[in-house]
């Protein structure tokens, strides 16, 4: 079976990595890829952007595709999948009104208000005088969102009035985010723990993947810019069974159930970002149509069940007779960004030491490309080194000894990556 992946991340390399090792696979394509794509087992690279519909899809026709994964939003609520429905050919993800979940958090919040799953409270707004009075009556932080997608960085935390009242002036106005940021939402903060809940939906049934935490802030502590993922690891002890039953019942099931009473078709991967409140109770933050990144590349280390056969009995409609194998063990991943991500930041610097495979150990590549001279940086997010352990300790020192034989001029990483389940192993 031909398969094709689209997406350049690590997200779409471990989607890769995993799907090629299918008995049924002989070719796993990816577009456009990275240099780990372009170097893996069973794979290759096609040229083409993962917002190139036209232009996948003819790929697909021409090479005899029977199975396409998507790995990003973009192309999702963009349609992609309705694009390959109409053209009879198998694509997972979810078709464009039901990406809507991700591309619109209007959409997401009414959504989750109408089905009475626990979420912050919130307002939702067009016109920046209503925002303003509105804004001027809640205590802080208040939490302001740019309704549409901006690449991970359409949420601001404003610590002071003064700070919600700028963001929402600027998204309102288009500055921030163009068209994305024309409408807002304002919601309460909420405290707790984060945790990453990943299921994958085919129109009725629903399997949750294992659970998994990521680290958005760059730096260590939690503290600087929000990224897409500084690193992540799964299992995440913060979801024990108790939880994760509590997440089963008060959120996935009531969203599968949700779409279905509106008549919304949801096939594809399902990303709940939760906040774990102290009283226990896990609320929404946001959904997302796709797998997270960097949370896939610790799932896919992790998961021993054949994803093609997983992927293919959810496009069926016959997920309840699947079953979810994992391997006991933690897997732990921490990316390395160029310096400066996700502000301005340097391409084209050499990556030593890439290539010395190790038991274990897998280096999933981001933002990466073949050159002549070698294999360099070629994104903001360059590489994530994941390692299986019995312990997320165990796993987190074999990562960080894996980073210690890598390295190029602006190689910049989070050196406390799994921090939290690491306190709770040693309690
Ligand atoms: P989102 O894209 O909506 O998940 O927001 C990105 C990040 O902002 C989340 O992962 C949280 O760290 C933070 N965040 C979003 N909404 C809230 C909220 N209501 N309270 C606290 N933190 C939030
Ligand atoms: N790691 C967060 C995301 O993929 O949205």
């Given at each position: 079976?031909?398969v094709l992946v689209i997406?350049n991340?690590?997200r779409?390399?471990?989607?890769?990595w995993k799907l090629s090792?299918?008995?049924?696979v002989?070719?796993?394509?990816?577009a456009?890829?990275?240099?780990?794509?372009a170097?893996a087992?069973?794979?290759?690279?096609v040229?083409?952007?993962a917002?190139n519909?036209?232009a996948?899809l003819?790929?697909?026709?021409q090479?005899?595709v029977?199975?396409?994964?998507v790995g990003?939003?973009v192309?999702?609520v963009?349609?992609?999948?309705?694009r390959?429905d109409?053209?009879?050919?198998?694509?997972?993800?979810?078709a464009?009104?039901?990406?809507?979940?991700?591309g619109?958090k209007?959409f997401?919040?009414?959504?989750?208000?109408?089905h009475?799953?626990?979420t912050?409270?919130y307002?939702?707004f067009?016109?920046?005088?209503a925002?303003?009075?509105y804004?001027?009556?809640?205590s802080?932080?208040?939490?302001?969102k740019?309704?549409?997608?901006?690449?991970?960085?359409?949420?601001v935390?404003a610590?002071?009035t003064a700070?919600a009242?700028?963001?929402?002036?600027?998204?309102l106005?288009?500055?921030?985010?163009?068209q994305?940021?024309?409408?807002?939402?304002v919601?309460?903060?909420l405290?707790?723990e984060?945790?990453s809940f990943?299921?994958i939906?085919?129109?009725?049934?629903v399997?949750p993947?294992?659970?998994s935490?990521?680290h958005?802030a760059r730096d260590?502590?939690?503290?600087?810019?929000?990224?897409?993922?500084?690193?992540?690891?799964?299992?995440?002890p913060a979801?024990?069974a108790d939880?994760h039953?509590?997440?089963?019942?008060?959120?996935?099931?009531?969203?599968?159930a949700?779409?279905?009473?509106?008549g919304?078709y949801?096939?594809?991967?399902?990303?709940?970002?939760l906040?774990?409140?102290t009283?226990?109770?896990?609320?929404?933050?946001?959904?997302?149509?796709r797998c997270?990144?960097?949370?896939?590349?610790?799932?896919?280390m992790?998961?021993?069940?054949?994803?093609?056969?997983?992927i293919?009995?959810a496009?069926?409609?016959k997920?309840?007779?699947?079953?979810?194998e994992w391997?006991?063990?933690?897997a732990?991943g921490?990316?390395?960004?160029a310096?400066?991500y996700?502000?301005?930041?340097a391409?084209?610097e050499?990556?030593?030491?890439l290539g010395a495979?190790?038991p274990?150990v897998?280096?999933?590549?981001a933002g990466?490309?073949?050159?002549?001279?070698g294999?360099?940086?070629?994104?903001g997010?360059?590489?994530?080194?994941?390692a299986?352990?019995d312990?997320?300790?165990?796993a987190?020192?074999?990562a960080y000894?894996?980073?210690d034989?890598l390295n190029?001029?602006?190689?910049?990483?989070?050196?406390?990556?799994?921090h939290r389940?690491?306190?709770?192993?040693t309690?």
């Open positions: 079976m031909k997406g991340g690590g779409e390399h471990a989607l890769a090792q299918s008995p049924e002989h070719i796993v394509y990816v456009p890829g990275n240099a780990g794509t170097t087992r069973k794979a290759a690279n040229a083409i952007a917002d519909i036209d996948l003819e790929f697909a026709q090479n005899k029977e199975l396409t994964v990003p939003e192309p999702l963009a349609g992609i999948v309705d390959f109409a053209a009879g050919l198998r694509c997972f993800g979810p464009q009104a039901a990406a809507q979940l991700e619109s209007a997401a919040k009414a959504f989750l208000d109408r009475a799953i626990p912050a409270a307002r939702e067009t016109e920046l005088a925002a303003v009075a804004i001027e009556t809640q802080v932080p208040l939490v302001i740019a309704d549409g997608l901006a690449a991970g960085k359409g949420v935390i610590m002071s700070e009242l700028n963001a929402a002036a600027r998204m106005s288009g500055d921030a985010f163009g994305a940021g024309r409408r807002i939402i919601e309460e903060f405290e707790g984060e945790a990943i299921a939906v085919d129109g009725e049934h399997l993947l294992a659970s935490q990521d958005k260590e502590g939690g503290t600087g810019p929000n990224t897409g993922g500084m690193g992540a690891y799964s299992p995440a979801v024990d939880t039953a509590r997440i089963m019942r008060d959120v996935i099931k009531p969203a599968v949700g779409l279905v009473s509106d919304i949801y096939r594809g991967f399902l990303y709940a970002g906040m774990l409140g009283d226990g109770r896990p609320r929404v933050l946001e959904f997302n149509c997270g990144d960097p949370e896939t590349q610790p799932i896919m992790r998961m021993r069940s054949d994803l093609v056969k997983l293919q009995a496009l069926d409609g997920l309840h007779d699947e079953e979810l391997d006991k063990r933690a732990l921490v990316v390395l960004t310096g400066g996700p502000g301005d930041y391409t084209g050499l990556i030593e030491g495979e190790q274990e897998v280096v999933f590549h990466t490309a073949i050159t002549p001279a294999i360099k940086t070629d994104g997010r360059v590489l994530c080194v994941c299986l352990g312990s997320v300790s165990e987190q020192a074999r000894a894996r980073i034989s190029w001029p602006q190689m910049y990483y989070r050196r406390d990556i799994g389940a690491v306190a709770r192993e309690l």
